[in-house]
C-alpha cells in the first residue's frame, strides 16, 4: 500500500515538472513570436526607427536630430531643473533606443530651468526667526551685521540683502542687519569658548566690541577653527568696542 501512494506521488509530481516545462516553453515561444513576427510587421520590417536619446539638448536641436530619423518632435510640457538651463530637454517619451514607426510623435519635456522663490520679509523679526523663516522657504542665512539704532529694538532685522517678493534660485543666501538697539557707554563680555571663530566673530560684534589678535594653536583635542581661549573675562564690564583677542585651534598640517 505504501509503495502504491509513492508511485502515484511520483506520478503527480512528474506532472508538475512537466507542466512546468510547457509553460516555459510557451512563454519562450510567445516572446521569439512578438519579437521577430509582430514587432516586425508592426514597424513594417525594415522601416523601424531607432529613437535617439535627446535628453540634456536644447530643443532646437532635438528636434531636428528626430527629424533626420524620421520622426516628430512634440512639446509635452515644462518643469524645474536645477541641473538643465532654461529650453533643455529634461525627458523624452518613448524613450532612447525604442523601435518605433516612422512619423511617430516623440513628447518632450523642456526645462525652464532651476525653481526660484520669492524673498519673504524679514525685518521686524527676530535674527532666530528669520533664519527659520529662510529656511522655510529653503533659503539660507548669509552674513549677519549688527548695528546699533537708538530708534528700534535689540536684535530685529533692519534690513535685508533681498527686497521682499525678489525671486531668488533654491538655496540662495539672504544677508540681514540686526540691530542692537542704542548704544551704550559700557558692554558685557560674552562667552566664546567652544564656538568656531565664524560664530565667534559673530557674537564678538552683536556684543559691542570687536575682534582683536587672533593667535592659533595646534591641537588633537579641539576641531579645527574652535576658540579655546579669550583675552577677558567672560561677564566682565569693558567699554563698547573694546578689542577681544582669540586663540584658535589648528591641525598640524593647517595653514592658519
Given at each position: 500500500m ?6 502515484i506521488g511520483?506520478i503527480f509530481?512528474s506532472?508538475?515538472i512537466?507542466?512546468?516545462?510547457i509553460?516555459?516553453f ?5 516572446i521569439?513570436?512578438?519579437d521577430?513576427?509582430?514587432m516586425?510587421?508592426?514597424t513594417?520590417?525594415g ?12 530643443y ?6 528626430l527629424?533626420t ?6 512639446k ?9 538651463p532654461f ?7 518613448p524613450?532612447?533606443?525604442r523601435l518605433?514607426?516612422?512619423?511617430r510623435r ?5 526645462s ?5 522663490i ?5 525685518v521686524?523679526l527676530s535674527e ?14 548669509g552674513?549677519v551685521?549688527?548695528e546699533?539704532?537708538?530708534?528700534e ?11 521682499p517678493?525678489?525671486?531668488v534660485?533654491?538655496?540662495?543666501v539672504i ?13 558685557t563680555?560674552?562667552?566664546v569658548?567652544?564656538?568656531t571663530l ?12 570687536v ?6 594653536r ?6 579645527p ?7 577677558l573675562?567672560?561677564?566682565?564690564i ?9 586663540l ?6 593647517q595653514?592658519?
Amino acid at each position: 500500500m505504501v509503495k502504491f501512494k509513492e508511485y502515484i506521488g511520483q506520478i503527480f509530481t512528474s506532472k508538475r515538472i512537466v507542466s512546468g516545462i510547457i509553460v516555459l516553453f510557451a512563454v519562450f515561444t510567445i516572446i521569439v513570436i512578438f519579437d521577430q513576427v509582430i514587432m516586425p510587421w508592426y514597424t513594417k520590417h525594415g522601416e523601424a526607427h531607432v529613437v535617439p536619446a535627446v535628453v540634456a539638448k536644447r530643443y532646437e536641436a532635438a528636434r531636428e536630430i528626430l527629424e533626420t530619423q524620421g520622426l516628430k518632435a512634440i512639446k509635452a510640457g515644462e518643469k524645474h531643473d536645477p541641473n538643465l538651463p532654461f529650453g533643455y530637454v529634461v525627458e523624452q517619451n518613448p524613450r532612447a533606443n525604442r523601435l518605433v514607426k516612422k512619423d511617430r510623435r516623440v513628447y518632450l519635456t523642456i526645462s525652464v530651468g532651476e525653481r526660484e522663490i520669492q524673498t519673504p520679509n524679514l525685518v521686524g523679526l527676530s535674527e532666530n526667526n528669520a533664519r527659520e523663516r529662510l529656511k522655510s522657504v529653503s533659503l539660507r542665512l548669509g552674513e549677519v551685521d549688527y548695528e546699533y539704532i537708538p530708534n528700534e529694538l535689540a536684535d530685529v532685522v533692519v534690513a535685508q540683502s533681498e527686497a521682499p517678493t525678489t525671486l531668488v534660485k533654491v538655496n540662495s543666501v539672504i544677508k540681514i542687519t540686526v540691530s542692537l538697539g542704542k548704544p551704550t557707554a559700557n558692554v558685557t563680555v560674552p562667552s566664546v569658548f567652544g564656538k568656531t571663530l565664524g560664530a565667534a566673530k559673530r557674537e564678538i560684534k552683536k556684543a559691542g566690541l570687536v575682534v582683536g589678535q587672533i593667535s592659533y594653536r595646534i591641537s588633537e583635542q579641539f576641531l579645527p577653527s574652535t576658540v579655546i581661549n579669550q583675552s577677558l573675562e567672560v561677564g566682565m564690564i569693558v567699554r563698547h568696542g573694546e578689542p577681544l583677542d582669540l586663540l584658535v585651534t589648528v591641525v598640524s598640517n593647517q595653514e592658519p
